[in-house]
């Protein structure tokens, strides 16, 4: 089963020891709170030990202002959970941004208000306490010919975060998740393991400073809609890698990209968000 979301490998292997699990629902929206807690239990579910919050919302609700806006504030408070406090952020677009199903991290990290070159430069125009954010789009091994891991390492190395945020387009084993479930976690993040492109994980371990991981599913396998929709079938091996995406994606990724760019922007500055947007856009 391809998957990045930790919500669907508990639920393939059920019953299991290790873990903590809780679910709330607040104004029609779910939010599960997955706690991988042993190593015998990140091994069975393939995810590093750590903590998975998911929210999930109806496709409507992306397209929706308000409802965008209401998901995002709940996105930032369980991204202040896991960040507590932070006055140097990097934030970093993970995906190839010429691959529409790809681009979400990209569009997410243009829409993060940085202030790093204010604090540098013009400091005296910042509200006081205002965080050091900075802002970066990786690209893709095939397009750089340098691994996602060594970029960020170096970029970490020399901006000296406090924490580093990492946003990806996602992989899902099921067809409902596609495009309304958000997925943040503290272990880390593989680029394209959904898919099958294993690269170096951006960790905790690797980077030296807390890594938060956001996400949301933007495709399926061909395999995952022909088992949803047959109890008997065999699929033909020359089609098993294909990797499918609604034909809208370009509307869905543009929605997405400010819910989280929101979720983020509200747990770096919080009551400065507003006034911040109208001096630095």
């Given at each position: 089963m391809r998957t990045d979301l930790a919500m669907e490998s508990k639920t393939a292997v059920r019953q299991l020891d290790g873990i903590r699990e809780e679910t709330e629902r607040s104004d029609g929206i779910l939010i599960t709170r997955i706690?991988?807690?042993?190593?015998a239990a990140a091994e069975r579910l393939d995810k590093p030990i750590g903590r998975y919050v998911t929210i999930k919302a109806g496709l409507d609700d992306f397209t929706d202002?308000?409802?965008r806006r209401t998901i995002a504030q709940m996105l930032s408070n369980e991204l202040h959970a896991m960040v507590k406090s932070a006055q140097n952020a990097m934030i970093v677009g993970l995906g190839n941004r010429y691959v529409t199903a790809d681009s979400l991290g990209t569009k997410t990290a243009e829409y993060v208000l940085v202030t790093r070159h204010i604090h540098m430069?013009?400091?005296?125009?910042l509200p006081e306490g205002t965080p050091i954010t900075s802002a970066f789009c990786a690209n893709v091994l095939g397009i750089t010919g340098m691994e996602t891991a060594e970029v960020v390492s170096a970029l970490t190395e020399r901006i000296k975060p406090d924490v580093v945020i990492l946003i990806d387009s996602l992989a899902a084993a099921s067809t409902e998740h596609i495009g309304c479930v958000i997925q943040c976690n503290d272990s880390g993040i593989a680029p394209g393991a959904g898919v099958g492109n294993f690269r170096t994980m951006l960790t905790r371990e690797l980077l030296n400073v807390p890594v938060?991981?956001?996400g949301v599913p933007t495709v399926v396998s061909a395999e995952t809609i022909v088992r949803e929709n047959c109890t008997d079938f065999h699929?033909?091996?020359k089609w098993a890698d294909l990797i499918v995406t609604p034909k809208d994606v370009d509307a869905m990724v543009k929605d997405l990209s400010r819910v989280l760019s929101d979720a983020i922007n509200l747990m770096l500055f919080g009551d400065r968000y507003d006034s911040l947007e109208k001096l630095l856009r």
């Open positions: 706690d991988v807690l042993e190593q202002r308000d409802r430069h013009m400091q005296d125009v938060i991981a956001v699929m033909n091996p």
